[in-house]
């Protein structure tokens, strides 16, 4: 394949983009009445709104043009159909396998990896009946009341992200709380709130190795043992999601609570294997089974859709325009909805631990962009923070808004829903006010004239006219769905999975392994043995040996 800037496309689009730096969206949408009609589409339940980007039709017939001279199709399809894609690690990248609702078989070395994934979902499914009906009781025969989920990076944030954001479907008796953080303050607050006989520990570890996490599930254990627990009742309070069963077994699970994950698996892409277990045992399987649903119509939507009516393509293939062409350096997320607001977090690590890579698959250093810094908030508190930046910043931000049209009704006394209502009301308003006033702006001429009569000379008047303009011009994506319910957000985590995929191919990376991860693991690792005197300082770095003395010292 020829080098990305030697792509007649990205030549094509390093000729307009000088171009289309001189265009206002404003005038895009005078001259052209129907472009919001136009460059809008649904797919799985998301209704998407890109018409305040700063394209044309002939931009984006070039970055499709591009996605084909890239092979995304024949890529697209090497992934879905099990090929060893995570090149470095020489291993398939089968997310999509775990929410696979057709009859198609999906092959990993001559074998269908999809009796296995049913299996692993039918167990996940009968836990959680044992669990919520108190089949499953603790060692004392009181219920289950409380899961505490253990795990980092993928592990945490997947099911953390996802039970949030789906509060109003939670199970009546079951709370379920996150510990990631090695800070021994975490797991200290978290245990301090529970009641040993009705909690459960769901730790999760794809070597049952994982540093944090090993600690923390060591620390509950003590907890568990020092409190009237023993060894025996180990097994009726703490279940794995693993693929090292003996590790499990060993630390005193029965291993009929061990529940396999496959190699194939990456951390940041798992929710939808056993580690999504703790989202079941929030929300019941019926629930999870929705988020799978959803996920797998985005799924078919993206393999099937035509580059320029394919959701993740579309937003794929914008972020590159952003990133490689216009100057941009970050994308930011803005949910209007406050259970979605971890989504920011969630997509972080899911595009940042993805792309933010500097070789190319056949190990050249890149002479593009990659990965942008992902961050964001909930709507709309950060408009009372950080949108000033992007309101009159000289660098392009481009942003991602999301909205439900309907929302959950909080109470059945009908002034608390009219009162729900008017909230909601003024959360649309909000949204979608911040995506017009990000694309319009508010000229110097137009701030100057409503300074008239304030009794101003005109050099003040120029003055705080000049402080109040903002040149607009700043593109903006609206996703709006009908309600966040289970199905909808599947669909919506697996078109950013999708759309990060996307952008790895065109960039040559591989988006499914993390050596930077990697390396701070086994970093820190050494630093702990210089800590605990099992390895001299002298291999360290002058800096980090005078770190170790401070704290040993302290």
């Known amino acids: 394949m020829e080098k990305l800037k030697q792509t007649p496309a990205w030549i094509n689009l390093e000729h307009h983009a000088p171009l289309v730096k001189r265009y206002h969206m404003r005038d895009m949408f005078v001259a052209d009445k129907n472009r919001a009609t136009k460059y809008s589409l649904d797919a799985a339940g998301i209704h998407l709104d890109y018409s305040k980007n700063r394209v044309t039709q002939e931009v984006l017939d070039n970055l499709f043009d591009l996605a084909t001279q890239r092979q995304l199709a024949e890529k697209i399809s090497a992934m879905f159909s099990g090929k060893k894609i995570n090149t470095t690690e020489n291993r398939a990248v089968l ?4 929410r696979n609702f057709s009859d198609k078989p999906v092959m990993v070395d001559g074998e269908n990896v999809m009796p296995q994934v049913k299996a692993t979902l039918t167990k996940m499914e009968q836990f959680t009946v044992d669990v919520h009906s108190g089949k ?36 009546k008796d079951i709370s379920v709380v996150f510990v990631a953080n090695v800070d021994g303050c975490h797991i200290h607050d978290v245990l301090n709130t529970c009641d040993i006989e009705e909690t459960l520990f769901v730790m999760s570890s794809k070597s049952f190795g994982t540093q944090e996490t090993l600690q923390n599930t060591l620390s509950a254990k003590a907890w568990f043992l020092n409190n009237g627990g023993n060894q025996n009742d180990i097994a009726k309070h703490f279940v794995a999601v693993s693929s090292n069963v003996k590790a499990a077994v060993d630390f005193g699970m029965a291993e009929q609570n061990v529940f396999p994950m496959a190699d194939w698996v990456g951390g940041r892409y798992s929710l939808w294997s056993a580690i999504g277990l703790p989202i079941c045992l929030a929300l019941g399987y019926q629930h999870f089974e929705a988020l799978l649903h959803g996920a797998y119509d985005m799924d078919c939507h993206f393999q ?14 914008l972020g590159i325009w952003y990133r490689n062409f216009m100057g941009a350096q970050s994308h930011a997320l803005l949910p209007y909805y406050h259970y979605l607001r971890g989504l920011p977090a969630y997509v972080q690590q899911l595009d940042m631990e993805s792309n933010g890579k500097i070789a190319t698959l056949d190990g050249r250093t890149v002479d593009h962009g990659t990965g942008p810094i992902i961050w964001g908030s909930e709507g ?18 481009p942003a991602d808004f999301m909205f439900p049209i309907n929302v959950p009704s909080l109470s059945d006394e009908k002034q608390e829903r009219e009162n729900q209502t008017l909230h909601h009301q003024m959360l649309a308003s909000n949204c979608f006010g911040q995506t017009q006033a990000l694309m319009q702006g508010k000229s110097f001429e137009e701030c100057y004239k409503d300074l008239d009569g304030k009794g101003l000379s005109d050099d003040e008047r120029h003055t705080l006219a000049a402080h109040k303009t ?26 950013y999975e999708h759309k990060v995929y996307v952008q790895g191919c065109i960039w040559g990376l591989n988006s499914f392994d993390q050596w930077g991860v990697e390396l701070g693991k086994v970093l820190g690792n050494q630093v702990l043995d210089m800590i605990q005197g099992k390895s001299s300082m002298n291999e360290a770095d002058a800096s980090t040996q005078a770190l170790i003395k401070r704290f040993l010292q302290q």
Do not use: C, R
């Open 95 to 98: 997310h999509t396998a775990l």
């Open 136 to 171: 499953h009781t603790g060692y004392t025969g009181k219920a289950i009341k409380k899961v505490v989920s253990i795990g980092i990076g993928g592990s945490f944030l997947g099911p953390k992200i996802v039970t949030e954001a789906l509060k109003p479907y939670w199970h």
């Open 304 to 317: 099937s859709a035509p580059f320029d009516q394919n959701m993740p393509v579309i937003l794929a293939m």
């Open 380 to 397: 709309s508190n950060g408009q009372h923070s950080f949108y000033q930046l992007i309101h009159q910043s000289n660098l392009p931000i």
């Open 470 to 495: 903002m040149a607009g011009n700043n593109p903006s994506n609206t996703l709006v769905f009908d309600t966040l319910n289970p199905k909808t957000l599947g669909a919506l985590i697996a078109m």
